[in-house]
Every structure is written in C-alpha cells, then in structure tokens.
C-alpha cells in the first residue's frame, strides 16, 4: 500500500468520519501550547480527543474504554516518538520513505498511514485497537521540536 498523498484535481478523495482522536505526544510536547492548541482544536470541530504519551499505554480497547478512538495524532518522528516509530516500524517502506523525503524537503512532515485493517473487521464487540496499526495514524513531526510545533500549527 502506497502512501497517500493529495489528491489532483481529478482524483476522487476518501472521506471518514472522525469523532474520537487519541493524540500521542512525546515528553518533551505533552504539555506544549502547540499540542493543545491542537486538542482544543480538534473539539471545536466536533471531535473529542485524549492526550496521551508515546511511551504510555494506548486507549481503544472496549472492556476499558466507553468510546474507542478512530484515529491516532502522532506528534514528533520515530526519533522522539516512540508509538511512531512502532506505527513505521510495521508499515511498508513507503511510509518512512514519505516522512523522510517531507522532512528533508521542508522540515516538516505530514503522513496518513492507513489502518492495516479495514474499520469491518476491526470494530467488535470484542475490539481491541491498541496496536500501531490498528487504526488510521497521523503523523504530524519536524526536522526538531521547532519545526514539530510549526508541522502541528499548519495541521
């Protein structure tokens, strides 16, 4: 599976309705303006979102949780988030290869990784979607933590 990338003019776009975000943040961007400014803006869209750090345990399994996340936001790289480095660790090549070239051209970096499953055969009655590729992942990273806050603002 290729990354996805925007669409042309005359290219047709998938669309998913996201109501539940889980946002992972290394330690160093848990507790930064940027990543809340981001959460905040998530609600006023309508969708409800947990911070969480990339080195904790994941939300999405539902004998623990009331509502399971459709996506994953993570912020920083695969150097400075752990949960990302899992998520491109068990993706094809392609998608390191997309973060690296955007990073090396801009400093910044935005990939979808698709889930590794289609949303049927992931959503039980016995979910559990703690896995990196489980769900839809996000990744929102820079060149450093100046770049990161930057990728996030332009997210």
Do not use: K
């Not at 016995?126 to 806050?149: F, Q």
């Amino acid at each position: 599976m290729a990354p996805q990338r925007d669409a042309g003019e005359d290219e047709p776009r998938a669309a998913r309705a996201i109501g539940v975000a889980e946002v992972i943040a290394p330690t160093d961007l848990e507790h930064d303006q940027s990543v809340r400014d981001l959460v905040i803006a998530l609600a006023r869209a309508g969708v409800t979102s947990t911070l969480s750090r990339h080195d904790g345990s994941r939300a999405g399994i539902l004998t623990l949780d009331s509502n399971l996340p459709d996506v994953r936001i993570c912020v920083g790289g695969p150097n400075t988030n752990w949960f990302t480095a899992r998520v491109i660790g068990e993706s094809e090549s392609a998608y390191a290869a997309e973060l690296e070239r955007q990073l090396a051209t801009t400093g910044r970096a935005r990939v979808w990784v698709p889930a590794a499953l289609p949303l049927a055969e992931t959503w039980r009655p016995t979910a559990d979607l703690r896995g990196p590729r489980m769900l839809p992942v996000l990744i929102v990273a820079g060149a450093d933590a100046s770049e990161t806050r930057r990728a996030i603002d332009a997210a």
